[in-house]
């Protein structure tokens, strides 16, 4: 998210936005690269809209809970994510 950073840095900055700890510019940066992707998976047909509907899935909470079923099903560790996250 920022040039500079390490991988680690940036993964806490990711976490911080989908915990709803970090708004403004990091959150957009996330929305909008999420909003890509749900564009390319055809949950949105512009740009535009998948920005608007990452906002609303990273702001309820449903951003997070995408990670750890993620984590879960790909074996991963939600400690290390809690460690990586600073928590």
């Known amino acids: 998210l920022e040039s500079g950073m ?3 840095e940036n993964a806490q900055l990711a976490i911080r936005v989908l ?3 970090l708004a403004g510019p990091c959150e957009d940066t ?3 690269n999420a909003g890509a992707i749900l564009m390319l998976g055809e949950k949105a047909t512009t740009l535009s809209e998948g920005f608007k509907l990452a ?3 990273i702001r309820s909470g449903e951003g997070l809970k995408k990670l750890e079923q993620f984590i ?3 074996g991963g560790s939600r ?3 809690s460690t990586i996250a600073g928590g």
């Open 30 to 32: 996330v929305a909008l």
């Open 6 to 8: 390490s991988l680690i």
């Open 72 to 74: 879960d099903a790909t």
């Open 55 to 57: 906002l609303e899935l």
């Open 19 to 21: 915990q709803g700890k």
């Open 79 to 81: 400690n290390a994510l």
